[in-house]
C-alpha cells in the first residue's frame, strides 16, 4: 500500500494523465481508437474564442483525423451536463473556418471522468455515451457523425463496466482516499507511469500547492450547497407553520368567530388570509 495524490484532484489527474503514451491508451481503451499525437496540451485554448464563454480544456490533443478532450471533475456543478456539452460542441464549430462548406475536419471525442456521485440520483452508471446519430421511425440509427461525449464514473462500477474502461476506473477509484494498492497494477507499464506521478513523496511543492487550492474551493463549495440546503429546510418548515396557521384561519372564520379575534389568536395579517 502506497500513499498517493488523489486523481479526484484536476492538478493531478493532469499530471498523470497528460503524459503521451499513457494518454494514448486511455483513449484506445475508452474510444477503442488509436491516435497518433506527440504531445498532450493541458489548460487548452483555442487561439480565437467560440461563442461568449470562453472554453479551457484540462488535457486536449490532436492528430490529422481526431480532436480529443479528457475533463476531470470532482465537485459537480449544477450546469455539469449543459457545461461539458457547450464543450464538446465548441470543438466542433472552432473547425468551422470559412463561409465555404460545413465540414468538420476532425471528429471530436470528449472524456468527461466525474469522481462524485450526486445525492439527486440523476448519475447512476460508470459510463455512458452521447452521439450524434439520428434514430429514424423504424428505429433503425444512421451512422452519420463519429463525434462522440462520453461520461466515466469510478464510483459507480459495476459488472456491466466494459473491461477495458474498467481497470482505468478502478485505478482513479482506488487512488480517491489517498492509498492505493500497488501491487494490483504492477503489470501495466502505463499504469506503473501514472503511479510514478502520483506517488504521494513524489509530488513537488507548486503541485502540493495546487492541490490544497482544489480542496480548499471544494470545501466552499459543499458549505455553500450545505448552507443553501438547510436554508431551504428553514423555509420549508416556515412555510408548513404558516400553511397551518391558515388552516386554523378558515376553520376559526367558518365557525363564525370575528376576523380580528382570528388574527390576533393565529399571528397572521389581512394580507396572508387575502393572499390564501
Not at 102 to 125: A, C
Not at 165 to 188: C, F, P, Q
Not at 202 to 230: H, N, P, V, Y
Request: charged share 30%; hydrophobic share 40%; aromatic share 12%.
Amino acid at each position: 500500500m502506497i500513499e498517493v495524490a488523489p486523481l479526484k484532484f484536476g492538478a493531478v489527474f493532469k499530471l498523470a494523465f497528460g503524459q503521451v503514451e499513457v494518454f494514448k491508451q486511455f483513449v484506445k481503451d475508452v474510444l477503442d481508437i488509436e491516435i497518433n499525437i506527440d504531445k498532450v496540451h493541458t489548460e487548452y485554448e483555442y487561439p480565437n474564442p467560440v461563442g461568449f464563454v470562453r472554453s479551457k480544456y484540462d488535457l486536449f490533443a490532436e492528430d490529422v483525423d481526431k480532436r480529443i478532450i479528457v475533463e476531470i471533475q470532482h465537485v459537480k456543478e449544477e450546469d455539469f451536463f449543459d457545461r461539458f456539452l457547450y464543450y464538446h460542441l465548441v470543438s466542433l464549430v472552432e473547425q468551422i473556418g470559412n463561409y465555404q462548406d460545413y465540414n468538420f475536419e476532425r471528429t471530436v471525442y470528449t472524456i468527461v471522468v466525474l469522481t462524485t456521485v450526486p445525492r439527486d440520483g440523476s448519475i447512476q452508471f460508470s459510463c455512458a455515451i452521447s452521439d450524434m446519430n439520428p434514430i429514424d421511425e423504424f428505429g433503425n440509427k444512421h451512422e452519420i457523425y463519429p463525434h462522440r461525449l462520453i461520461f466515466l464514473n469510478p464510483r459507480l462500477l459495476n459488472e456491466h463496466t466494459p473491461i477495458k474502461i474498467k481497470k482505468w476506473l478502478e485505478l482513479i477509484e482506488d487512488s480517491l482516499d489517498g492509498w492505493l494498492e500497488e501491487s494490483h497494477y504492477s503489470a501495466d507499464s502505463n499504469f506503473q507511469a501514472v503511479l510514478n506521478k502520483i506517488y504521494r513523496h513524489s509530488i513537488d511543492r507548486d503541485l502540493l500547492a495546487q492541490i490544497k487550492d482544489e480542496t480548499a474551493w471544494e470545501k466552499a463549495k459543499q458549505l455553500e450547497r450545505q448552507e443553501g440546503f438547510e436554508e431551504g429546510v428553514q423555509q420549508g418548515m416556515q412555510q408548513g407553520e404558516k400553511q397551518a396557521r391558515l388552516e386554523t384561519a378558515r376553520k376559526m372564520l367558518a365557525d363564525g368567530m370575528p376576523i380580528e379575534m382570528v388574527l390576533k389568536y393565529t399571528g397572521l395579517s389581512h394580507v396572508d388570509l387575502e393572499e390564501s
